[in-house]
Every structure is written in C-alpha cells, then in structure tokens.
C-alpha cells in the first residue's frame, strides 16, 4: 500500500521476479486493491500499468479474466475485468478477493494485494457482513433527485449511529450517504460473518518523497494526457457509464475540457489539485492505519528479509 505515484505496482512485480528466482515460491498471484483499475475501457485515467508480456486469459480456475506473464508464473487479477457500464463496490471486491485467495493460496505460491485503496487492505483481514448488502435501485433514483442537505438527513434518520459515526469527507459524498441508507434497509445477500475467511496478511508501505509530492502527481498526469487519456475518456462521454467510473479522479475534467471549459494546461493544474488532495487522504489514512513495515519503492535488499517475515 501507498501514496499515490510511489511505485506499488512497479515494487510488487519486481518482488514478484524476486519470489520466483530465489525462493521456493512456484507462482505469484497479485490482486488489485484499487476501485477504478478493475474497469477495462480506462487503463489510462486509472494508472493500471500492467506489464508488458502479460496478457488477458479467461482461465477455468477464476471466475474474472486474469492478466498472466508469458511464463505463467505471474498472475494480475481484478484488472480491466469490468464493462463501462458496471458497478463495483467494496462488499464485491471483498467477495472476490477471498475467493481467489482461496484458490491460489498453497505452500507453493504467494499472494499479494496492490493498491491505493486503504479500505479495501483493511477489510481483507477484519470481514465484515454489511458490505454483502446489495444496491438498492429505489434508494438510489430517490437519491440522485435530492440535495445533500436532504440526502444527509434521509442518513440520519434512516441510521443515526451510522451517520453520527462519518467523518466530514464521509458526510459530503453522496455515495457514503447511500449506503449508510441501503444497509438500514438490511436486504443481505445471505453470507453471515461466520462464512467468510479470515487471513492474516503482512502489510507494506511504500513511501513516498512528501516535499515532492506535487510534482509526481504533475508528472503522473502529464504522462496520462502523453499516452492517450484524453480521447480515453472522450470514447465514453455518450455511454451509459456506472457511478463509480464517472467519478474517477480527472474524468469529470477531461470531459469539461473537451467541451472547451478549458484549456489543456488548465486540465493538468485541476486534476494535480485533484491527485494531491487524493494523495493527503491517502497519507491520512496510512497514519491512522500503518502497514508493518515501511519501505523506500525499490529497496530490493529488502526482498529476503521482507519475503521472511511475510512466509
């Protein structure tokens, strides 16, 4: 786990390497922690960044299709397996994660989860039933014509401890609101706490150059627009796109920017300010939810005594 721009996916796939060279580790199965990657038609916009060589397979053994390595020693999962048009959400990720837990965990491989996500680690080892309650349609068409003066009061009402319970960020995303709303109303998809796995994992942060930190989102961005985000995005403008793909960081913009609001420039100074502000709830997140052992992004002498306290 990371801040954005320091380098998760780059470090899991070189300790990957690492894994299969010098350990008795036969396969490595990495899984995607991050809720915009798992859409296909954005690998752009969400920074997927999968490795040369790897291609997309619908194997018998997983339900998603899953990036492997020419070797098929290296598998990427939960990325680029969603439609424009689908929804995610984290009860589904967890859902799904398990499972290929479940299938892949053996002596002889190894499994990572690679993300920005910090909910999604923090619910892999402490499930919880809530998350199986499914999307309610009714509550979201009321939602979507009410204020969020409205929205928060519907919240209140509906479960105050819940609502009490939000912070400030929480309280003003509309999405939060609803889901405080759908699991008042129960409608669980029958999974009790008591069926769902528990694993203990090890986590690991990468840090990043904070002073910095401006300037890697800049760079970040400026590197999506240089390979092609833009007419990414503008692909989609007249899809029935779901709500969580809408939302990804820089699509709201790159769509004002293509209808003239701005100018180029003035899209890569809007979606850094979007990226760092991203990147500080990020480094909020990891304070009050440390992983076990920070490291720099590429100190591979770390490798054997990281792979040691993991195994």
Known sequence: MGMTSSGKTSFSFSFARYLLQHTAVESVHIISADSRQ????IPILSGADVPEGFSLTQRQDFDDPVY?????????????????????????????????????????????IVGGTGLYHSKISTPSPDLRVPPNPNVRSRAERLSLAELQAWAARSDAGSF?????????????????????????????????????HYGIGLQTDIFNLEKLCQARVKERIQSGVIPEVAR???????DSLG?????????L??????????LITRWTAQELQYAK?????????????????????AFPTLYARCA
């Open 38 to 41: 798992v859409y296909e038609d």
């Open 68 to 112: 492997v390595a020419s070797d098929s020693r290296i598998c990427l999962h939960l990325s680029g397996v969603l439609g424009f048009d689908e929804q995610w959400s984290l009860g589904l990720f967890q859902k799904k994660c398990h499972k290929i837990i479940a299938t892949t965990l053996t002596s002889k491989s190894f499994v990572m």
């Open 164 to 200: 009490s319970r939000l912070n400030n960020s929480d309280r003003n995303n509309p999405r939060r609101l609803v889901r405080v709303i759908e699991r008042s109303l129960g409608n669980w998809s029958g999974d009790s706490s008591s069926d769902q796995p528990h694993f203990d």
């Open 236 to 242: 989609l403008l007249d899809q029935p796109i779901s």
């Open 247 to 255: 939302s990804t960081i820089g699509f709201a913009d790159i769509a």
């Open 257 to 266: 920017h293509l209808e003239g609001a701005f100018t180029q420039d003035q």
């Open 281 to 301: 709830r990020q480094r909020t997140w990891l304070k009050k939810y440390p992983p076990d052992d920070w490291l720099a992004p590429f100190e591979e002498e």
